[in-house]
């Protein structure tokens, strides 16, 4: 029996090689058992990291496991694919070396073997080399893999299954082009009836690949929606796996994010209700993809934006808003708001009665907020103020908002009050006219205008009481004053 000395641990340089070196013959053993333990080892090391992983290839190993693969029992044909998927999955150079030995033929004649353990490794090798890149990708769809990979979805084995789709998604997600190879294998018809399956596991893979098809163009997507989806993908939603939840909303949101009709459908199936409940009733980053989704059907039109309204969308965002700790689903959150606000005063209005705008303002302003977040809180303030003529929400901005938002804030008074007079006597009363005389604008800017218009809406001793200093200048009125005496 060989055995390594101290520095030629598996983990150091000279151990990788020595390791190799000695596995390499026992892959060519006379003994069947002797080369699938050794192929298993390979196996093992290389799935360990990407460094062993370079090594098996640099050991020149990979050329003995593809001839293996055609000619030895399934024993072996499992174990030897096992090392290409290992050594694949780390990098996209690793697996262009598996291409370049000319494996990927040999491993799709596997997903034809008899035995379904053969397949799955076959399988799970190819996904492993497609996930990469484009043009892996594309050398995995020109070695045949496609059509037998729709074959093996429609095996009884729940494993296969999960793992041929997997790699079905793996190949469709890089382009519209490699999707559409996808889809003209008829996988569509296929994934679409295996929605309800009762494997969470094989659920999610069926869910991410068709999100993986439809996230492309406006015909993959409507393609996948052709196949009777709707209303059947809703009930995942309420699934009690949290990953199914998370790929449903996904697919949702990548079918809705094309066009308004698409979006409209979603809506007439009871999506966009179903989804709100699906984000009231988990956290993190399984709301992310329903946040996402209500963010693009309300962006593309204003009675989108008001379905999503009247579901009940709004609190449940400015809930996200506010109890999510993650930076980046407060900013999804945010840029919902923003595109559900930015319509129609109604829309503004909307938003603003749930308190969400203090919130994105303190989300702006604090520095420990990410610069995204920052940066989509101010945009869906600005557009909802843009919109927004609902001003008690407004009135606390005139304290607190920045020179930039501060803008807003005045524009929308200046537009509102010279038609409302109950709004006019209320901005006397609550402070607000008396704030806007203290704010320092530049002669002629844009800012100095909406103060003029808000000063015209009232009388000019009006303005004058409530301008600083306006009490000093009758104090020295008094001091000057001489009474008239008898």
């Known amino acids: 029996m060989h055995s390594l000395t101290k520095d030629q641990s598996p983990w150091s340089p000279n151990g990788q090689t020595g390791v190799m070196a000695l596995l390499r013959p026992l892959l060519l053993d006379v003994v069947p058992t002797i080369q699938q333990t050794a192929a298993l080892a390979l196996g093992r090391l290389a799935n360990y990291n990407d460094d062993l992983a370079e090594a098996v290839v640099k050991g020149d190993i990979l050329p003995q496991l593809v001839y293996s693969l055609a000619e030895q029992n399934r024993f072996y044909k499992k174990a030897a694919a096992f090392v290409l998927r290992a050594v694949g999955k780390h990098s996209p150079q690793l697996a262009q070396a598996i291409v370049d030995c000319g494996a990927l033929d040999t491993l799709v004649i596997c997903l034809e073997d008899f035995d379904p353990g053969v397949k799955e490794a076959a399988a799970w090798a190819l996904g492993y080399i497609a996930r990469h890149n484009a043009e892996l990708s594309q050398a995995v769809v020109d070695a045949g893999a496609v059509p037998l990979l729709v074959l093996c979805i429609q095996e009884p084995e729940i494993a296969l299954k ?22 003209d294998a008829g996988v569509i018809a296929h994934l679409a009836q295996m929605i309800l399956n009762p494997d969470a596991k094989l659920k999610r893979q069926v869910l991410s690949a068709l999100s993986q098809i439809a996230k492309h163009s406006v015909d993959l997507a409507e393609m996948v929606v052709e196949a009777e989806i709707f209303p059947v993908v809703l009930t995942c939603l309420k699934d009690k796996d949290e990953y199914v939840k998370k790929n449903s909303s996904t697919l949702i949101r990548e079918i809705a994010k094309h066009t308004p009709e698409l979006s409209q459908l979603i809506v007439n199936a009871g999506g966009v209700a179903a989804v709100i409940d699906c984000i009231g009733s988990c956290k993190g980053n399984i709301r992310l993809p329903g946040i996402m989704l209500l963010g693009y059907v309300a962006a593309h039109s204003e009675n989108l934006a008001m379905a999503v309204i009247i579901s009940k969308g709004v609190p449940q965002l400015s809930l996200c808003l506010s109890e999510e700790p993650e930076d980046h689903i407060k900013a999804a959150a945010a840029w919902a708001l923003g595109h559900i606000g930015r319509h129609t005063p109604e829309h503004a209005r909307a938003v603003a009665v749930t308190n969400t705008l203090p919130v994105l303002l303190s989300l702006y302003m604090s520095t420990e907020s ?111 004053y001489q009474p008239l005496t008898n």
């Open 162 to 183: 999960r793992i041929a789709v997997s790699a079905l998604s793996d190949i469709a997600k890089h382009s519209p082009e490699l999707a559409q190879t996808v889809v």
């Open 370 to 480: 990410s610069e995204d977040l920052q940066v989509k809180s101010k945009k869906a303030i600005k557009n909802i103020l843009q919109k927004c003529t609902y001003l008690p929400a407004l009135e606390p901005f005139l304290y607190d908002a920045p020179p930039n938002i501060l803008k807003h804030v005045v524009g929308q008074f200046s537009k509102v009050l010279p038609h409302d007079s109950k709004a006019r006597r209320l901005f006397v009363t609550s402070g607000g006219l008396k704030k806007v005389q203290e704010i320092k604008a530049e002669p002629g800017s844009l800012l100095q205008e909406y103060i003029n218009s808000i000063n015209n809406c009232y009388p000019e001793e009006i303005v004058r009481y409530y301008s600083p200093g306006y009490s000093e200048t009758l104090l020295q009125r008094v001091d000057s």
